[in-house]
C-alpha cells in the first residue's frame, strides 16, 4: 500500500511557502527603504540603482552558456540577493550598530566597526544562504565552480541592486536638505563610486563562496570534510574581502583608491579569468566525453565537434531557427544543454565522483536527445561542416585493430574528416576489460547486458542496463557481425569496458 506525501512535502507546498518568504520580505525591505529615502528619493535611487543590473546579468548569464541553468535558480538567487538577504542585512546591521554604541564607551566608532567588522560577517552569510540552498536542494543543477559563480554572482547583484537604491535615495535626500535640486554633488558622487566605479563589488566578494562550492560540488560523494570546509573558506575569503574594501575609507585621504587599485581590480581581474578558464575546461570536457556516445549511435560522429564550440552552437541554433523556425531553434538549445549535461554526468563517473542516480540520469539525458534527433541533427551537422577546419582524411583500409577503440592514435574515420583530432584521446584505449571501470554506453536499438566489465562507478554489483533505444540500431547483415571489439588498450585491470556492438567484418566476402 502506498503512502501518501505529507502536505508539506509536497512540491506546490515548498514552492509556494518560499515565494510567499520572498514577496513578504520584498514588501518588507520596500518599505523600510522608502522610510528611509522618502518616495522621491526612492524613485530616484530605483531609477539609478537598476542601471548596472542589466549588464551584470548578461555577464553572469553569458558565463552559464555552456550548461545553462534552469531559469527558477537564477531568479531564485536574484530575489533572495534583493528581498531575503537585504531585509536581513538592514535588520541585523542596525541592530548590532545600536548595540555597539550603548555596549562601549566610545559611541562614534560604532558605524565604523559595524561596517568593517559586523557587516561583512552578516552580509555574506544571507547572501551564501541562497548559494547554499541551491547546492542543497538544487544539486542536479549544481555541478561545478561555474554553477557557483553564476547562483552567488547573481544573488549579489540583488543584494545590491537593493543596497544602492537606499544609498542612492539617501544620498538624493542629502542634496535635497542642502537646498540642490535634481541630481547634485552627493548623489552624483554616490552613483559614481557605486556604480560606475565598483558595480562587481559585492558580486565579487560572493563569487568567492561560490568558488568554494563549485570546488566542493566537484569533490567525491566520500569526501565530507571536504565538502564542508571549502565553502567555509570561500566564505571566509568573501567575509575579508568585504571587511577590507569596507574599511577602505579609514585608511586616510586616499586609502579606498588604493584598496581600489591594490586588491580591488587585481582580484577582480583574477576571478574573470578563472571564470572564463573554466568555461573553456567544460568545452574541452564537451569534447573529451560524448565520443564514446557517438560511438555508440547515440550522437551523430560531427556532434562532439560542434556541441564543444559555442561558435557552432550559435550557428546550429541559427540554421535550425531559419528554415524551421523558432521553436525549432530552442529546440536546438535544449539539445545542446542536456548533451552538455551527459558530458558532465559521464565526465563525474569516470572520475569516481558519480551519485547513486548516475544510471537513470543518463538514461534521462539520452531520452531527451533522442527525442530531438531529427531537428538537432542536421543542425549541428550544419554547424560542424561550417566551423571545422579543412583537413584532408584518408580513410584507413579495414580491418583496423581498435577503430572503435579510442585508444592511442586510432582514428574513429567519419568524425575525423569534421576537423577532430586524429584520435579520441591519447589514454588507455576503451579496451574489452573485465573490471570494476566505467562502461561503456550501449548504443540505440541493441540491448546492452550486464557484464563483467560494465559496472557502474559507484561500486561493484552495479551492472549496466540494457539500453533500449526507441529507433532502430544498426544494421547486421552482410559484411557485418555483432561481436565485442577489442581496443588498443589494456584489457583485464582498471581499465574501462567497451559494449558488444556491430562494427565492419574484415572478411565481407567469406
Request: proline share 8%; glycine share 12%.
Amino acid at each position: 500500500m502506498l503512502r501518501h506525501a505529507h502536505w508539506w512535502q509536497r512540491r506546490s507546498v515548498r514552492y509556494g511557502a518560499l515565494i510567499t518568504l520572498l514577496a513578504l520580505s520584498g514588501l518588507v525591505i520596500l518599505a523600510l527603504v522608502r522610510e528611509q529615502t522618502g518616495t522621491e528619493g526612492f524613485l530616484v535611487g530605483l531609477g539609478l540603482a537598476v542601471l548596472p543590473v542589466p549588464l551584470l546579468v548578461a555577464a553572469f548569464r553569458w558565463l552559464d552558456r555552456v550548461e545553462p541553468g534552469p531559469w527558477r535558480n537564477l531568479v531564485f538567487a536574484f530575489a533572495w540577493g534583493a528581498c531575503a538577504a537585504a531585509l536581513i542585512a538592514i535588520i541585523a546591521n542596525s541592530f548590532a550598530t545600536r548595540w555597539i554604541a550603548t555596549a562601549t564607551a566610545d559611541p562614534s566608532g560604532a558605524d565604523t566597526l559595524g561596517a568593517t567588522v559586523i557587516a561583512p560577517v552578516v552580509e555574506e552569510s544571507a547572501k551564501a544562504a541562497a548559494v547554499l540552498l541551491v547546492f542543497l536542494f538544487r544539486r542536479r543543477d549544481f555541478t561545478g565552480i561555474v554553477d557557483g559563480v553564476v547562483i552567488a554572482g547573481l544573488t549579489a547583484t540583488g543584494f545590491a541592486f537593493t543596497e544602492n537604491i537606499l544609498y542612492l535615495g539617501t544620498a538624493f535626500g542629502t542634496d535635497q536638505l542642502t537646498g540642490d535640486t535634481g541630481i547634485a554633488s552627493v548623489t552624483a558622487a554616490t552613483f559614481f563610486v557605486r556604480v560606475i566605479m565598483s558595480p562587481f563589488a559585492h558580486p565579487l566578494f560572493t563569487v568567492l563562496t561560490g568558488i568554494g562550492f563549485g570546488v566542493a560540488a566537484l569533490s567525491g560523494n566520500r569526501q565530507h570534510l571536504r565538502r564542508v570546509l571549502l565553502p567555509l573558506c570561500g566564505l571566509l575569503l568573501a567575509m575579508g574581502m568585504h571587511a577590507l574594501w569596507n574599511g577602505s575609507s579609514s585608511f586616510g585621504e586616499f586609502g579606498f583608491f588604493a584598496v581600489y587599485a591594490a586588491f580591488m581590480v587585481p582580484a577582480f581581474g583574477l576571478l574573470t579569468w578563472l571564470a572564463v578558464w573554466t568555461r573553456q575546461r567544460e568545452l574541452r570536457t564537451v569534447r573529451e566525453e560524448l565520443p564514446a556516445y557517438a560511438a555508440a549511435g547515440w550522437l551523430m560522429p560531427a556532434e562532439p565537434y560542434a556541441l564543444g564550440s559555442m561558435r557552432a552552437r550559435r550557428l546550429a541554433r541559427e540554421y535550425a531557427g531559419r528554415h524551421l523556425g523558432r521553436p525549432a531553434a530552442r529546440e536546438v538549445a535544449r539539445y545542446e544543454a542536456y548533451a552538455t549535461s551527459l558530458a558532465f554526468l559521464r565526465h563525474r563517473g569516470r572520475r569516481g565522483r558519480a551519485d547513486a542516480d548516475f544510471v537513470l540520469r543518463e538514461r534521462e539525458l539520452l531520452n531527451e536527445l533522442w527525442r530531438r534527433q531529427d531537428i538537432a541533427r542536421p543542425a549541428l551537422d550544419h554547424a560542424a561542416r561550417m566551423t571545422a577546419p579543412p583537413v584532408r582524411v584518408v580513410a584507413p583500409p579495414w580491418p583496423v585493430q581498435g577503430v572503435y577503440g579510442y585508444g592511442r592514435g586510432t582514428v574513429h574515420g567519419q568524425a575525423s574528416a569534421y576537423g577532430h583530432a586524429p584520435a579520441y584521446g591519447q589514454g588507455p584505449g576503451y579496451g574489452q576489460g573485465h573490471s570494476a571501470g566505467f562502461g561503456h554506453p550501449a548504443g540505440p536499438g541493441y540491448a546492452q547486458p550486464a557484464a563483467p566489465g560494465y559496472v557502474h562507478p559507484a561500486g561493484p554489483g552495479y551492472g549496466y542496463p540494457a539500453a533500449h533505444g526507441p529507433g532502430p540500431g544498426f544494421e547486421t547483415g552482410p559484411g557485418y557481425e555483432s561481436r565485442p571489439v577489442p581496443g588498443p588498450g589494456p584489457g583485464p585491470g582498471p581499465g574501462q569496458g567497451f559494449p558488444a556492438g556491430p562494427r565492419p567484418n574484415p572478411h565481407p566476402h567469406q
